[in-house]
């Protein structure tokens, strides 16, 4: 297995390797290697088995990172939650993951349908008697992590990712943001995501670099810590939204940030006009691009003049990464012309958690994940992302499925059908706008929704805007015409 804390721990054992910001604790390469070795004998204590599920709603922290750490070395599978969600979406994620050991970092937190959560830091306490248990043989094949995202039915599906899936990944950001060993990330995206549990971590702490943890993004607060030259940070990745407010603030300076490598964005399109301002400044944004599914895909060289002559674009593919472009019949699509992105190589996900039928959509007998995105590639061999296939829209980073949303309200009384669609926004770059057919004695608006969602529904998943229409745009065989409700939509709110 790639058990890279190990390794470091050997050659390099006082190196730093974590910091927590908000605890105020660092760890050395050793001491992480042995926090580590304590939490898997902590599972094993508790009678945690290989295949088992480790389950853990909680703030970014480096516990959090060791336990991930800790589950691949003691053959358990980590299945961080997304605090945002409410106790119904939680049970069902729980429900379907099944976990040994539910743990959470609020000791408010109540029981969440049949599961009773155990407090993190106690667990942490806990392990401090037991030996640390030493790298063994893991398959690197089988699952290590279970990300779970909202399906286009409505219903969660979780990403697999086996620790060959994440080396892979960690080993392709890294090349396309120049990590070594001396980088130093700051890790506030949520590691729940992929950008924060894999991106940010693993490629800092595959080479022997650093991390430092913090438990969230607060503008100003980052801001002065991305300028902190104690500090020393290189890299920093978040969605293009933080990166606009980082600009936005009043103690914003340009010559405090040009000590980085990297500022790396993802999770949604970064305008190239916001791109520019940035290049203005003298400083890399690198946008890239990416799944749960599937890891770093593409990125852009941290070259100014690249960036410049190429700003819009995700970037050319990592190594280990093969790309093909298919028209609506499977044929490969010439350059400059635009059809569904498919992926294949040893970072892409080998399916999707206790769902066969999910998994079989995605991924073909020939071993190529079907994204869902349209895209292009030019004839430098950069690739852009112009569309999607799927409903699904981005909103501050966060995947929306309109399903998931309609799913809820079908069969509400008054309602006689709904569709959410995404519409462009200043601050998120996208945000959900619903549009609803009522009963003619109904009376239903905004704040009827929004309140009725509001219990069922995590707040970011719920919609800026409801529309009342005298009915969805349809085709001749009843087809649902999205597009087209989207272009009647956008400008109305």
């Given amino acids: 297995m790639f058990d890279v804390i190990g390794l470091h721990a050997r050659m390099a054992p006082d190196r730093l390797a974590a910091r927590d910001l908000t605890l105020d604790l660092r760890w050395s390469y050793r001491e992480l290697d042995a926090l580590v070795g304590r939490l898997a004998a902590e599972m094993q204590a508790r009678g945690a088995q290989p295949g088992d599920r480790i389950a853990v709603l909680a703030r970014n922290s480096v516990w959090l990172v060791a336990l991930h750490y800790a589950c691949a070395r003691a053959g358990t599978i980590f299945v961080p939650l997304n605090g945002r969600l409410v106790p119904s979406e939680l049970a069902a994620l729980l429900d379907r993951a099944e976990p ?120 100003g607060r980052t801001l002065a810590r991305l300028s902190d030259p104690a500090l020393g940070i290189t890299h920093y990745a978040g969605v293009p939204q933080m990166m606009e407010s980082l600009r936005g603030q009043p103690a914003f300076d340009a010559a405090g940030l040009r000590n980085m490598t990297a500022l790396v964005t993802g999770g949604a399109p970064h305008s190239p006009a916001d791109i520019d301002a940035w290049l203005q400044d003298g400083l890399p944004i690198v946008s890239g691009f990416g799944m749960s599914e599937t890891g770093t895909v593409f990125g852009m060289p941290a070259e100014l003049d690249i960036i410049r002559a190429k700003a819009g674009s995700a970037g050319v593919p990592t190594p280990w990464i093969e790309t093909v472009i298919v028209d609506g019949e499977g044929v490969a699509c010439a350059p400059g012309v635009a059809g569904e992105l498919k992926l294949r190589g040893p970072g892409i996900t080998p399916g999707y958690w206790r769902d066969p039928v ?55 009384a008054g309602i ?48 800026k805007h409801v529309s009342l229409v005298d009915r969805l745009p349809r085709t001749a065989t009843g087809k649902l015409q999205k597009g087209l409700l989207r272009e009647s939509l956008v400008g109305t709110a």
Avoid at 190 to 208: D, K, S
Avoid at 384 to 400: A, L, P, Q, T, Y
Avoid at 425 to 432: F, I, L, M, N, T
Avoid at 445 to 461: N, P, Q, S, T
Wanted: net charge negative; glycine share 8%.
């Fill in 100 to 219: 040994v050991l539910f743990l959470t970092d609020d000791e408010n937190t109540p029981a969440i349908a049949a599961w009773q959560p155990a407090l993190l830091r106690d667990f942490v306490a806990a392990s401090e008697r037991q030996e640390p248990l030493r790298e063994g043989h893991v398959d690197p094949a089988s699952a290590s992590l279970i990300l779970f995202t909202s399906g286009t039915s409505g219903r969660p599906k979780g990403v697999v990712l086996t620790e060959l899936n994440l080396h892979h990944s960690a080993s392709n950001f890294a090349t396309l943001t120049r990590v070594s060993r001396d980088s130093i990330f700051l890790c506030e995206a949520p590691m729940f995501h992929i950008m924060g549990l894999v991106t940010n971590v693993r490629a800092a702490l595959m080479l022997g670099g650093a991390i430092l943890v913090s438990d969230g993004f607060e503008p």
């Fill in 358 to 412: 999910e998994t079989a959509k995605a991924i073909d007998a020939a071993g190529w994940f079907s994204t869902g995105d349209i895209a292009i590639q030019d004839a430098d061999g950069f690739f852009w992302i112009v569309d999607r296939k799927k409903d699904m829209f981005i909103s501050g980073g966060e995947n929306i499925y309109p399903a998931e949303i309609e799913a809820h309200l079908a069969g509400y």
């Fill in 416 to 463: 006689l059908e709904c569709a959410l669609v995404g519409v462009p926004d200043a601050r998120w770059g996208e945000v959900g706008h619903l549009a609803i057919v009522v009963q003619d004695d109904a009376e239903i608006g905004h704040e009827v929704v929004i309140a009725f969602l509001a219990d069922r529904l995590a707040r970011y998943k719920l919609p």
